[in-house]
């Protein structure tokens, strides 16, 4: 039912947004889920019509899980700098993904090979950082890069280095995720 619960908050984040006369009671969401006060650190994706259309996301816990999910929705939805921002129009073909990350946890590494060796792939999430370059790749990522050395490679690119990088050693985290999808019509009803 958690599950449920969280997808609904994406959704009545983005809706309210969209629709001012629209109300989400948050405060009765929460005083039935407490656990939605504690912190927490979420991705929400949206995908159009099978494409993707927004994702933005929490790697550190900072804010409660619930506020963590209203922000990164209306993010994903209005504010992703590589899209427009969402038009109701969309809502009929619109997915909802929120993924809730654990905790990252550094990972030990003498050499890129052992690197390799580390890697969990379908399961790790990762974040790269070192040399003034960061960035993640979720696990879902998989799904599209599904060896180690290319989701490795593309995870430099996206922290705006390249694969030489990781000759500099850089700090590597993985972390996992309890990723929730549905189609944006499934959960009008919640």
């Known amino acids: 039912m958690l599950d449920t619960i969280l997808l609904r908050i994406a959704k009545s984040a983005i809706i309210s947004r969209l629709d001012p006369s629209y109300s989400f009671d948050e405060e009765a969401v929460v005083s039935e889920y407490p656990y939605l006060k504690k912190d927490g650190a979420c991705f929400v994706t949206l995908h159009y019509d099978k494409q993707l259309r927004g994702c933005i996301g929490s790697i550190i816990a900072h804010r409660s899980l619930v506020d963590d999910i209203i922000q990164n929705a209306l993010s994903a939805a209005f504010s992703d700098p590589r ?66 050395e290319q989701f490795l490679e593309h995870l430099s690119y996206k922290a ?16 996992h995720v309890d990723a929730i999808e549905e189609r944006y019509d499934a959960i009008l009803s919640l």
């Not at 705006?160 to 972390?175: A, E, F, K, L, V």
């Open 83 to 148: 899209f427009s921002p969402l038009r109701a129009s969309e809502l009929d073909a619109l997915d909802i993904e929120v993924s809730v990350l654990t905790p990252p946890e550094i990972i030990e590494y003498t050499d890129y090979d052992d690197l390799l060796s580390k890697i969990e792939p379908h399961k790790d999430g990762l974040i790269l950082q070192g040399g003034g370059y960061q960035g993640t790749f979720l696990p879902q990522v998989w799904d599209d890069i599904p060896r180690v």
């Open 160 to 175: 705006g280095g390249n694969p030489s990088i990781y000759q500099q050693h850089p700090t590597m985290y993985r972390y």
